[in-house]
């Protein structure tokens, strides 16, 4: 290894980061004025009397004798670069850590957060090398406008938009640009999940945060959706309708009960008057880039990112050309604040989707979840976004999605006759006290997978059927009753339970 000192008299010596004060006055300058002690003369006996003050040596590595190490500050291999290294470090712990890459050490000039003074690494000094290059202007999933980097003290108490913790204003945090009192602690901020990593600073905003309408309106309560441009839909705002489970709506697969919608004059396209109201373009909080909402007639199904169900409504997809971010209308509507009248607290998006937790309900890990900011509730977007109320064809009355933890007893489910369980949630009607299991009212992985449209695999076409049939049939790849809500017909005889009994007979 061949390593000469380059500190020359005239400059301020670069120093171990592990430096030892026992002088006040040089412990003072540094640590508030950043400044390395300036030794004009210096010598071996100098340096060994301010207790660790040592220069560091650059040096190569030639030889290739350093190739397995790794600089301690960016982790990153010495190959091929130079490096610093510390003598005393070296005499004392033979195999430490105690390399670091040239750039790395180097005093940061004019930081955008600290112009007056340079910036010097220190092992106690919490300036760390990624903190030092964070962004000044940034755009975050969780909040409509950008934020700047601020290292301000200010006497309000914040609390972070991403995490929901107090923020410590003694250290740096993003804050909203336009002053409406958001804050988030560097690290949410910066996060894989939060941030798309591009710095904005100089840059114009972004086009997509202006509303581009998904109508136009052609009269009163007509109007010409972009979804369904060849006629037009009017609203109707009549609640009592009769229920029919073959009209559902087009964009988040539903059957119509007694919301306000709009259906075609033409055709039975419909759609609720909420889903016709669905922003083209939006950023959600389950991901950094922006999304566009697709709504060409599907041709297949697809899987949520965020609640694992298979759906062939409408669908937002990633606006990044190399991403594959895929979510349901359902799972995009939900907003980052939410209340669920089955829980008396309001929920956040707070938890890091690289984790897992048990959803409360379900029980089911789940990577994309709501946590409660008041006790340990979790609930998943699967249960998030379950129904609130819907209709049963065999009740007048509507049925109420149901979760306590409290209720004991043992109740029934009309359909299967199985045990269910108001811990794990339920649908009740009160008046008639009908109780029907989530699955067995919606059913479970094709909930949202509408009956009536086509599907295209394989170069087959294959119809999507309700399976409302008074005696249900036998699927003929598997042999079984077809218990989903949906059956698959192909080549007009032959009948399939589910989507994996299709792949599995013709593979």
């Avoid at 005239?10 to 004025?33: G, S, T």
């Avoid at 004991?408 to 108001?422: M, T």
Wanted: hydrophobic share 30%.
């Amino acid at each position: 290894m061949n390593c000469e000192s380059k500190q020359q008299s005239v400059h301020p010596l670069l120093l171990c980061p592990y430096a030892n004060f026992k002088n006040k006055e040089d412990e003072f300058r540094w640590i508030h004025f950043r400044e390395s002690p300036t030794l004009p003369n210096a010598d071996k006996s100098t340096l060994s009397s301010l207790s660790h003050i040592c220069s560091l040596d650059l040096c190569n590595s030639k030889d290739g004798t350093y190739d397995e190490f790794s600089c301690q500050i960016c982790e990153k291999p010495l190959v091929g670069t130079l490096f610093y290294s510390c003598k005393e470090c070296l005499r004392e712990f033979p195999i430490a850590l105690t390399y670091y890459h040239k750039e790395c050490m180097e005093p940061i000039q004019n930081h955008p957060h600290h112009p007056k003074h340079s910036l010097r690494l220190q092992a106690n000094y919490s300036t760390h090398k990624t903190c030092a290059y964070l962004p000044s202007i940034i755009r975050i999933s969780r909040h409509e406008h950008r934020l700047s980097f601020t290292s301000s003290l200010t006497p309000e108490k914040w609390l972070c938009g991403v995490c929901r913790g107090k923020i410590d204003t003694n250290y740096g945090r993003y804050c909203c640009v336009k002053d409406c009192s958001y804050g988030v602690h560097s690290k949410c901020a910066t996060r894989k999940d939060v941030w798309d990593g591009k710095e904005l600073e100089g840059q114009q905003e972004d086009p997509y945060e202006d509303i581009i309408k998904s109508f136009d309106e052609i009269s009163d309560g007509v109007i010409q959706h972009f979804s369904h441009q060849n006629h037009h839909m009017r609203l109707d705002d009549k609640t009592n309708r009769k229920f029919d489970e073959n009209k559902r709506c087009q964009a988040c697969t539903l059957a119509i009960c007694d919301e306000i919608i709009y259906s075609c004059m033409q055709c039975d396209f419909i759609l609720h008057q909420e889903c016709a109201h669905l922003s083209r373009k939006k950023q959600h909080a389950t991901h950094p880039h922006p999304l566009t909402l697709q709504v060409d007639d599907i041709e297949d199904t697809f899987i949520c990112k965020a609640c694992k169900r298979e759906s062939n409504g409408f669908v937002y997809l990633c606006c990044e050309g190399s991403c594959d971010f895929i979510l349901d209308v359902r799972c995009a509507s939900l907003s980052e604040t939410c209340d669920r009248r089955c829980h008396p607290h309001p929920l956040f998006l707070t938890s890091d989707p690289q984790t897992s937790q048990s959803c409360s309900i379900c029980n089911k890990l789940r990577r994309h979840r709501l946590n409660c900011g008041e006790c340990g509730f979790v609930m998943c977007f699967k249960c998030a976004t379950l129904p609130n109320k819907l209709r049963y064809k065999h009740d007048e009355h509507f049925l109420i999605f149901s979760y306590d933890k409290k209720v004991k007893g043992q109740y029934l489910c009309d359909v299967c006759e199985k045990e269910a369980d108001p811990n794990k949630g339920i649908y009740m009607c009160k008046d008639c006290n009908v109780i029907l299991h989530i699955k067995c009212l919606l059913g479970d992985k094709v909930m949202y997978v509408m009956p009536g449209k086509k599907l295209i695999f394989r170069q087959l076409k294959i119809d999507i059927l309700l399976n409302n049939r008074l005696t249900r049939d036998i699927c003929s790849y598997c042999n079984n009753r077809c218990e989903n809500k949906v059956v698959y017909k192909i080549f007009d005889r032959e009948i399939l339970c589910s989507f994996v009994c299709v792949l599995n007979s013709k593979t």
